[in-house]
């Protein structure tokens, strides 16, 4: 049987590695780049979307208390409140446009007795950790237009921590927010945008970059059909030489000329045979 090497441990081994890389890439890896690719994709769409469309009462997008998703995050909202400047927090070791910065967390109660989290935007630091004075945020009842964002995840769970005479904490999460501060937060934060009241700097917006994720799903398909395509070749590489070996082995056929110059050569030796026995 040809393939009976098949059956060898290293060859066992190297089948079933290539079989499950090539899974992976086919199944997993490159699935995977392809979600990033349409969720980065709906983003910009979300984004470009919010340009254009004109703010909308909050009660209208997110009714409820809903938690912002894909479909209504970035867009923009209104509503009417004020500030709670007693519980504002401020966001740990932040970036923006590529410098250090801290954001500025204020709840907000709404007309209806509910809370959200305001984002009133960014403030560098001053001398590495600590936070500069920067302006409170108005004390009379107003409107605001803010974005929608989805709460940020710390994945080790950090409660607030106390630093500088201020409340801080590591990701812009509402209920982390609403726990440390003692006020009841609904999912999600309003990042305010440009010439709201209680406006620091507003937080621009992410670029509008495709991204690699739709090369890279790619790739991946090709990485798992080189790895079948290599297997594929070494088999081949690994019968060749018994191909070669049998067609050495495998007696040549004469042409018509061939053989009519053998029968001669035969029977001028038996010829030759005969005259000698004769003598």
């Known amino acids: 049987m ?3 090497f098949l059956l060898r441990p290293g060859w066992i081994g190297l089948i079933v590695l290539v079989v499950v890389f090539s899974s992976l890439c086919f199944t997993l890896l490159a699935p995977w780049q392809f979600r990033r690719n349409e969720e980065n994709q709906a983003q910009n769409d979300a984004i470009t979307q919010s340009f254009h469309a004109p703010p909308r009462p909050l009660a209208e997008v997110l009714p409820g208390g809903k938690a912002p998703d894909q479909r209504t995050e970035w867009s923009r909202v209104t509503f009417r409140g004020h500030y709670l400047p007693q519980a504002e927090v401020l966001g740990w070791q932040r970036t923006v446009q590529g410098e250090p910065a801290f954001e500025v967390l204020t709840p907000f109660r709404l007309d209806d007795g509910t809370s959200l989290l305001v984002d009133r935007g960014y403030v560098r630091p001053v001398n590495g950790t600590h936070a500069p004075a920067y302006d409170p945020p108005p004390p009379r009842e107003g409107t605001l237009t803010a974005r ?3 709460d940020e995840q710390d994945s080790k769970h950090r409660p607030l921590f106390e630093h500088d005479g201020h409340r801080w904490a590591y990701a812009v999460n509402s209920q982390t927010v ?42 991946w398909i090709a990485f798992g059909i080189m ?53």
């Open 148 to 150: 929608i964002r989805a």
């Open 227 to 279: 790895a079948i395509a290599g297997v594929g070749y070494l088999v081949y590489a690994e019968l060749r030489p018994e191909e070669q070996a049998g067609a050495v082995r495998k007696p040549r056929r004469m042409s018509v000329a061939e053989a009519v110059a053998e029968d001669e050569r035969r029977e001028r030796e038996e010829l030759e045979r005969r005259a000698a026995e004769r003598e």
């Open 2 to 4: 040809r393939l009976k």
């Open 178 to 219: 609403g726990q440390g501060s003692g006020v009841a937060l609904r999912p999600g934060y309003f990042a305010l945008v440009e010439g709201q009241p209680g406006v620091l700097g507003a937080l621009p917006l992410p670029q509008l970059d495709s991204g690699p994720f739709f090369s890279y799903a790619l790739q």
